[in-house]
C-alpha cells in the first residue's frame, strides 16, 4: 500500500558523507516504522538503521552507530539516512522499507517489511 522512492546514493572515497532519501506515498497512516538495509555483493541483505515515525525513536546496527543518522522530513513524507565517515565495508545495494504492522520492538528484521524501494547503489572506494 506504500511506495517508495530512494535517491542519494553514488561513489564516495573512504571518509566521506552521502544522504540518502526515502519519499513514502499511498497508505503512509498504516507506516508505522521505516528502516534501512542492504545488501553487499554476495551477501545477505542486512539491517542498518530503523525508525518510528510516531515517536521519532531509533536504532542502529552496531556497524554504523556514530557514523549513519536516521531522521525523518513530515511535511515531505520523507525518511533520510545521513551517511559519515563511509568506509569501503559499506558499499552495498541500500534499500528503504516499510512496516506497516505495530510491534513493540523494533523494525530490524527485513521479514516484517510490507514495502520495499528499488535501491540505491553506494560504493565507497578506499
Known amino acids: 500500500q506504500v511506495q517508495l522512492v530512494e535517491s542519494g546514493g553514488g561513489l564516495v572515497q573512504a571518509g566521506g558523507s552521502l544522504r540518502l532519501s526515502c519519499a513514502a506515498s499511498?497508505?503512509?497512516?498504516?507506516?508505522?516504522?521505516m528502516g534501512w538495509f542492504r545488501q553487499a555483493p554476495g551477501k545477505e541483505r542486512e539491517f542498518v538503521a530503523t525508525?518510528?515515525?510516531?515517536?521519532?525513536?531509533?536504532y542502529y546496527a552496531d556497524s554504523v552507530k556514530g557514523r549513519f543518522t536516521i531522521s525523518r522530513d513530515n511535511a515531505k513524507n520523507t525518511v533520510y539516512l545521513q551517511m559519515n565517515s563511509l568506509k569501503p565495508e559499506d558499499t552495498a545495494v541500500y534499500y528503504c522499507a516499510v512496516r506497516n504492522v505495530y510491534r513493540v520492538y523494533d523494525f530490524i528484521d527485513e521479514a516484517e517489511a510490507g514495502s520495499w524501494g528499488q535501491g540505491t547503489q553506494v560504493t565507497v572506494s578506499s
Open positions: 499511498g497508505r503512509t497512516f498504516r507506516t508505522y516504522s
Open positions: 525508525f518510528r515515525w510516531s515517536t521519532g525513536g531509533t
